[in-house]
């Protein structure tokens, strides 16, 4: 991963690309602006309230449809990329749906589905499209850079991460039971696969929930350890009853580095017990961080990098399963 490359992106080459974002809400909004940033012009919109469509469009001068997208798509020229941006419920089936059609680049809002079987079930239907999971903190300019300094230090050593969640901030009346019930997949999923992608996947894990809320029937409490196919010993913790936040801390054999929050990175050098902050650059700094990134890695055939696959998003919905007890 080139920390160089994600802080210095150069768009000119995928200016003239054409995308078509499928939702109108919050996500929507900001692939919208990420775009717009870019100076990628051919935007269409689709959703299913025209006033929230509308709105988005206005504000980027990019084209709106509305009364979802089956109504619509027969009416739009191929595009060089679909961002499927609407609940997660509707993902697989729309990323289903749009396979069957002209679209060979296809990026599908994280985490996919709230199930592994489904993704996996994509992933066969699908073989001949590209399908992405937009995974944008495996996109932050932390992690790129935290990537490069573990590397530059030889390894990590161990790793120890937290998912506390902070419930008093999930908007209940907005989000369905069944995402609730899965709240570790719906969410919790970000900083768990930040965590897997630098240590590596469990090879052994063993996994402890206590209490529960009445909409988490599988626990509030989670505590764990295991060895990652890396060698990498890891453990974990979330109380989500409590106070805290996410957060990850690698140690190597010369310094300790934090992501907490995630978008900031932070180091200990061996020897000391105070925190510096490294200082980050942004290719787009007022663009929610990694959406820029995800857009660009997606358009730009030249790249060497890549984002989260059917099968790698299917192995973190596994992992999850695991991790909260679910069945």
Request: proline residues 3%; hydrophobic residues 35%; aromatic residues 10%.
């Amino acid at each position: 991963m080139s920390y160089q490359f994600i802080t210095n992106l150069n768009c000119n080459n995928i200016k003239d690309k054409s995308v078509l974002i499928i939702g109108s809400g919050y996500m929507a909004e900001h692939y919208s602006k990420a775009l717009s940033k870019m100076g990628i012009k051919d935007v269409t919109v689709i959703g299913n309230t025209k006033n929230k469509v509308v709105k988005i469009c206005k504000r980027y001068n990019f084209i709106p449809l509305w009364g979802g997208f089956k109504k619509n798509l027969s009416n739009i020229k191929s595009k060089d990329l679909v961002i499927i941006a609407m609940p997660i419920p509707l993902l697989v089936s729309t990323a289903r749906f749009l396979s069957q059609l002209d679209c060979k680049k296809i990026l599908l809002e994280k985490p996919g589905d709230l199930y592994a079987k489904s993704l996996e079930k994509l992933e066969k239907e699908t073989a001949d499209k590209k399908i992405r999971i937009g995974y944008n903190r495996l996109h932050y300019p932390s992690f790129y850079k935290l990537s490069e300094l573990i590397k530059k230090d030889g390894g990590v050593t161990s790793c120890q991460f937290t998912f506390t969640e902070r419930i008093h901030k999930i908007n209940f009346n907005a989000q369905p039971k069944t995402v609730l019930a899965r709240w570790g997949i719906s969410n919790s999923l970000h900083v768990i696969s930040m965590a897997m992608k630098l240590i590596g996947m469990p090879k052994k894990i063993t996994c402890i929930q206590e209490n529960y809320l009445p909409w988490h029937k599988t626990g509030s409490v989670f505590v764990g350890s295991g060895i990652s196919n890396r060698n990498i010993p890891f453990s974990y913790h979330a109380d989500w009853n409590s106070a805290g936040g996410w957060g990850i801390d690698i140690m190597t054999r010369k310094n300790a580095f934090r992501l907490r929050p995630l978008e900031q990175l932070y180091k200990c050098k061996k020897g000391t017990t105070s925190w510096e902050k490294i200082d980050l650059k942004k290719s787009f700094p007022d663009v929610k961080e990694g959406i820029a990134e995800e857009i660009f890695l997606m358009l730009d055939d030249n790249s060497k990098f890549d984002l989260v696959t059917l099968k790698e998003g299917n192995s973190y919905i596994k992992l999850a399963e695991k991790i909260f007890n679910y069945r």
